[in-house]
């Protein structure tokens, strides 16, 4: 403490006198304040040893303090010692700094320093507002909008804090005014988008904040990538795991934020690092799952449809809105409780349309195939039969574009399990789905079976195998009086075309002819010497048995074809206990000939 009195009385020596000021001028070519700030370093380590000892020091402090008068030595004081000190004793400091020389240090900065520690601290209740009105009184004189916003900057998180939406609103309307003369919102971005920041950061309720009628016209005070950064730091903000489960239909709110998603969404090109495009998406992503219009079904697809055209350059994005416009359609379905009438019809039809022209826009082909699957399913549930037909003919004409090898991860991969596991999904549809008036029953499975036959499958793997064989259960619930399962109000073939005879023969024709051609397959794939694909075909050979046992009569022809492909499948090396459990399930079939079958395949 003596130090610091020693410090003070030769420091008043020195700088009162006018002669000592002059030779600092006209020798020196230094002014007072650069003068004095040459102690700072001094000054700093003598008060925070000061504080560090004894914070209850702080009101002597400010009482020697005033003997000086030195505005360097009161910015110290207030940067020194412990924030909730400083907070308690606001109003006193506040009085200092009016009172402070501004030739020794600028009043602005002793303002942002005060504030720094208001926003660390907590003042008593009861003087929250008399500080800030006490501060700002003199603030918002500033005639220097650059010495202004230094002081705003740090202060609006006083309001933020320790005030009410009311004070954070009239600070922000005291800020706009100031930067917008001359526009020297232009200069002062970076101090601007740090204020932006603090509010967002400050702010949960969405409602109230778009409320306020100063925060809105601060956004468009940025530009260029200002601008980008304020609107990725409020979709973060709108996004953010503290709201994640909270929706809105506010026009305001969603109007605001869908354009600050734009203005990032279209900061992305192809100079873009992969990480950040990905993030972005997500943001993108997750500010459409915010948006719920409830029972008003045609403002959420109206939504939809402005952020197609906003938001439209990522697959990703597009992917979650076609999936949106697809719960949307369900969602009218259970609102109506299956009943369609001719308004939800046409509405159902619009959002089928939507899914219909958007899916194609997308790069990835098996994004598309799997939004074309999902949107002729939702297109069926909703009796709109003409619509699912069209998604599933582009499913299939889609099936000849997807290439046999893709690059993922930078890594170069073949496409055969994805496109198998996507047309045996695709083949599960089709069972419920309705043959057509002109173009016969089987016209869809027919066209597949042309695409796959024709797809150049790549050598030394079984997928088109094991596609025509999938076709196998499909063939057989057509063949039974009623099909495993339907789609409510949609007559499938069970009953277009039950009792048939001609239909039941096509069918018949069919299995036999995908059945010719996977032996044929299988025979001519025999003579490779790969032992992996001898695997393969025991697989397929296996599973080919096991569709004959379930789906087909067991007659002594079938039998010995069953007999024939264990047998293909034992020699070829198939999974031993794929084999005996295939031997299990068969000894389980009621009947005479089971039996007998297991018993002859036991001694294979």
């Known amino acids: 403490m003596s130090a610091f009195d020693d410090f003070l009385y030769i420091q008043q020596q020195h700088t009162d006198t006018e002669r000592f ?41 400010i009482e020697k303090y005033k003997q000086s008068r030195n505005a360097v030595v009161l910015n110290h004081i207030i940067s020194s010692f412990h924030p909730s000190y400083v907070a308690t004793h606001a109003l006193s400091l506040t009085a200092l700094i009016r009172e402070a020389d501004a030739e020794a240090y600028p009043k602005h900065q002793l303002y942002r320093t005060l504030g720094i520690n208001l926003v660390l601290g907590s003042p008593p209740r009861d003087q929250v507002l008399p500080i800030l009105n006490d501060v700002w009184r003199v603030v918002k004189k500033f005639t220097n909008v650059d010495e202004y916003i230094t002081v705003a900057e740090v202060f609006i998180e006083y309001p933020l804090k320790h005030c009410s939406q009311k004070e954070v609103n009239i600070l922000l309307s005291d800020i706009m005014a100031h930067v917008s003369q001359d526009k020297a919102y232009e200069r002062l971005q970076p101090q601007l988008q740090s204020i932006v920041f603090k509010v967002l950061s400050n702010f949960h309720d969405f409602e109230v904040l778009i409320a306020m009628d100063s925060f809105l016209p601060m956004l468009d005070l940025f530009t260029g990538e200002h601008q980008v950064q304020v609107a990725r730091a409020l979709l973060e903000a709108f996004t953010s795991k503290a709201n994640i489960h909270d929706t809105t239909s506010d026009p305001l709110i969603i109007s605001t934020v869908l354009g600050m998603a734009k203005i990032l969404h ?4 192809t100079l873009s690092f992969q990480d950040e495009v990905r993030q972005v998406t997500h943001l993108l992503i997750s500010f459409i799952r915010r948006v719920d219009f409830g029972r008003d079904v045609e403002k959420q697809l109206n939504f939809y449809v402005d952020c197609r055209a906003a938001l439209g350059n990522f697959d990703q994005v597009k992917q979650r809105l076609v999936l949106g416009v697809c719960s949307l359609a369900m969602k009218t379905l259970q609102l109506v409780k299956g009943k369609h009438n001719k308004k939800t019809s046409a509405f159902v039809r619009a959002c089928m349309a939507y899914c219909y022209i958007t899916t194609p826009s997308m790069e990835d082909v098996f994004t598309r195939l799997h939004l074309y699957l999902v949107s002729a399913s939702v297109s069926l549930m909703n009796q709109s039969l003409t619509q699912a037909e069209s998604f599933l003919k582009a499913s299939i004409t889609l099936v000849q574009e997807v290439p046999p090898m893709l690059e993922v991860d930078n890594q170069v991969r073949s496409t055969e399990e994805q496109l198998v596991v996507y047309l045996q999904d695709f083949l599960s549809l089709l069972v419920v789905v309705p043959g057509h008036a002109d173009h016969g029953p089987l016209y869809l499975v027919k066209g597949l079976l042309k695409v796959v036959r024709e797809y150049p499958w790549e050598k030394g793997t079984t997928g088109k195998l094991r596609v025509l064989s999938s076709t196998i259960p499909l063939f057989s619930a057509y063949y039974q009086t009623e099909l495993p399962y339907h789609v409510d109000k949609v007559e499938a073939n069970d009953t277009l075309y039950y009792d048939d005879s001609d239909f039941k023969a096509e069918v018949v024709t069919l299995i036999n002819s995908v059945i010719e051609e996977v032996l044929e397959d299988v025979a001519k794939a025999q003579g490779d010497p790969d032992p992996a694909m001898q695997k393969k075909l025991a697989r397929v050979a296996l599973d080919l048995f096991n569709l004959t046992v379930s789906g087909a009569e067991l007659t002594p022809k079938s039998a010995t074809l069953a007999v024939n492909l264990f047998t293909l499948a034992k020699k070829n090396g198939a999974d031993a206990a794929y084999l005996r459990s295939s031997i299990t399930y068969v000894e389980g079939l009621k009947g005479k000939l089971p039996p007998e079958l297991a018993k002859k395949l036991r001694t294979l």
């Open 266 to 269: 279209d900061s992305m090109n």
């Open 21 to 61: 000021l002059r030779q600092l001028k006209e020798e020196m070519r230094v002014t007072k304040q650069e003068y004095l700030g040459l102690y700072s370093p001094a000054l700093e380590w003598l008060l925070q040893c000061i504080a560090h000892g004894s914070s209850e020091a702080l009101e002597g402090i």
